[in-house]
């Protein structure tokens, strides 16, 4: 889709996502989402519970942490001198462990190309979105079934799930092994595995 004109928010993601939901005609479903993604769907989840059996989060944090604003800011800049392509290797080094960019697999090939295709004026929006949130009040308020999935080696973000699921009663939470930022490209066996077990 083209790229709206209004400063993006999550809670206009959200209303994406139910847009979607309404336009397709899902009453009810289990909604996924990976790192802003993973923001997103429990937003979703507190805003509209009656539209899911059961949320999945993955590597995505309540609260935008100290210093993100400012990070956000130079990954902005540098998009907008040097173009999105100036982002996809150093996106790849952060999302993933140094040992598996190291072994350059095709699937690295597919996440440089999504960076670099990605509208630069979109991934701005999103950064904005990125830089200033904090839904350390209505996740804990979810009451849909949540499953929290983090990768083992994403820097603070397991230790960050781990008190948004103490935080967030009867919610589970499972540290996929061998993992970055992106467990569902890096190590999906066991992903996927966990995501099995839980939806059975």
């Given at each position: 889709?083209?790229?709206?004109?209004?400063?993006c928010?999550?809670?206009?993601?959200?209303g994406?996502?139910?847009?979607?939901?309404?336009?397709?005609?899902?009453?009810?479903?289990?909604?996924?989402?990976?790192?802003?993604?993973?923001?997103?769907?429990?937003?979703?989840?507190?805003?509209?519970?009656?539209?899911?059996?059961?949320?999945?989060?993955?590597?995505?944090?309540?609260?935008?942490?100290?210093?993100?604003?400012?990070?956000?800011?130079?990954?902005?800049?540098?998009?907008?001198?040097?173009g999105?392509?100036?982002?996809?290797?150093?996106?790849?080094?952060?999302?993933?462990?140094?040992?598996?960019?190291?072994?350059?697999?095709?699937?690295?090939?597919?996440?440089r190309?999504?960076?670099?295709d990605?509208?630069?004026?979109?991934?701005?929006?999103?950064?904005?979105?990125?830089?200033?949130?904090?839904?350390?009040?209505?996740?804990?308020?979810?009451?849909?079934?949540?499953?929290?999935?983090?990768?083992?080696?994403?820097?603070?973000?397991?230790?960050?799930?781990?008190?948004?699921?103490?935080?967030?009663g009867?919610?589970?939470?499972?540290?996929?092994?061998?993992?970055?930022?992106?467990?569902?490209?890096?190590?999906?066996?066991?992903?996927?595995?966990?995501?099995?077990?839980?939806?059975?």
């Amino acid at each position: 889709t083209t790229v709206p004109s209004t400063p993006c928010t999550f809670d206009q993601l959200v209303g994406d996502v139910l847009a979607i939901f309404d336009a397709i005609g899902i009453d009810r479903a289990t909604l996924l989402g990976v790192s802003m993604g993973a923001i997103t769907a429990l937003r979703f989840a507190a805003l509209h519970p009656q539209r899911l059996d059961r949320v999945i989060a993955c590597d995505g944090p309540w609260v935008n942490p100290a210093g993100a604003a400012e990070l956000w800011e130079e990954r902005i800049a540098v998009v907008r001198s040097q173009g999105m392509q100036a982002l996809a290797q150093p996106t790849v080094q952060r999302w993933f462990r140094a040992a598996f960019v190291a072994g350059n697999p095709p699937v690295l090939d597919k996440v440089r190309r999504m960076i670099a295709d990605t509208p630069p004026e979109g991934f701005i929006a999103c950064a904005r979105a990125l830089q200033q949130f904090d839904f350390r009040q209505s996740f804990p308020q979810i009451r849909v079934p949540t499953l929290l999935l983090c990768g083992a080696a994403d820097g603070v973000m397991p230790q960050v799930m781990r008190e948004m699921h103490a935080a967030m009663g009867g919610s589970e939470f499972v540290e996929i092994p061998e993992a970055g930022h992106l467990p569902n490209l890096e190590n999906p066996v066991e992903f996927q595995r966990a995501l099995a077990a839980w939806i059975r």
